[in-house]
C-alpha cells in the first residue's frame, strides 16, 4: 500500500510500458501478414510499409530516447546495475538496423527485385523477434532497475526533458498515412475478443 504523493516515476514508466503494448500490436499484426506470405498468400505489404514507417517515426524518434535518458540516469546512479542490464542504447542501434533491412526486403518485393521466400521470412522474423525480447528485457530489468535506483530529482529532469509529442497513430486522431494500419489493428483486436468470448462463456 502506498501513501502520500505518487512518485514521479509513475507516469513515465507507465507512458513506456504503454508503448510497449501498442509495438506489441504491431508486431502480431506483422505475424499475420507473415502468416499469409507462409502459406502462399500475397500479403498486405502495405500495411507491413506503414508499420515500418510508423517504427521509423515515433518509436525510433520518440520511444527509444525515453529510454536512453532512463539509462542514462541508471549508469549514473548504479554503474555496476546497468552494466549487468547491457547496452541499451546500443540494443536500439541494432533495432535500427534490424528495421532498416526489413524495410530494404519490403521494397525489394514492391520494385519487382528477386527476394527469396525464405530470406524475406528470415529477415522479418528477425525484427519481430528482437523487438520482443528487447521489450521484454527492460520490462523485466530496465524499468524495475530505474524505479529502485533513480532519485525524483532524476524522474523530475527525465520528464522535463522528454518531447512532447502526440503518438501518430495510438493517441487520438490518427494520421492518414495510418489510417488502413489502424482498421486492421482494430479488425484484429474484434476478432481476438470473438475468439476469446466463447471460451469465456
Not at 527525465?158 to 494500419?181: C, H, M, S, V, W
Amino acid at each position: 500500500m502506498t501513501h502520500g504523493r505518487e512518485r514521479p516515476t509513475a507516469k513515465i514508466i507507465d507512458v513506456l510500458l504503454a508503448e510497449h503494448r501498442n509495438i506489441k500490436k504491431l508486431l502480431h499484426v506483422l505475424e499475420q501478414e507473415l502468416d499469409a506470405f507462409a502459406r502462399s498468400h500475397s500479403p498486405d505489404y502495405e500495411i507491413m510499409q506503414a508499420i515500418i514507417q510508423y517504427f521509423l517515426d515515433y518509436p525510433e524518434g520518440y520511444h527509444h530516447p525515453k529510454e536512453d535518458i532512463l539509462f542514462e540516469k541508471l549508469k549514473l546512479r548504479d554503474a555496476a546495475l546497468a552494466k549487468r542490464i547491457g547496452d541499451v542504447e546500443d540494443e536500439h542501434e541494432l533495432e535500427t538496423a534490424r528495421l532498416q533491412k526489413f524495410s530494404r526486403a519490403v521494397n525489394d518485393v514492391l520494385a519487382g527485385r528477386e527476394v527469396l521466400r525464405q530470406t524475406f521470412h528470415d529477415i522479418a522474423h528477425e525484427f519481430i523477434s528482437y523487438q520482443r525480447a528487447h521489450m521484454d528485457k527492460e520490462e523485466t530489468m530496465l524499468f524495475p532497475a530505474a524505479i529502485r535506483a533513480l532519485k525524483d530529482e532524476d524522474w523530475a529532469d527525465i520528464d522535463a526533458r522528454l518531447a512532447n509529442r502526440a503518438d501518430p497513430l495510438f493517441d487520438g486522431a490518427t494520421e492518414k498515412k495510418y489510417q488502413a494500419l489502424q482498421k486492421t489493428i482494430l479488425r484484429w483486436e474484434r476478432e481476438t475478443q470473438a475468439v476469446r468470448q466463447p471460451a469465456r462463456a
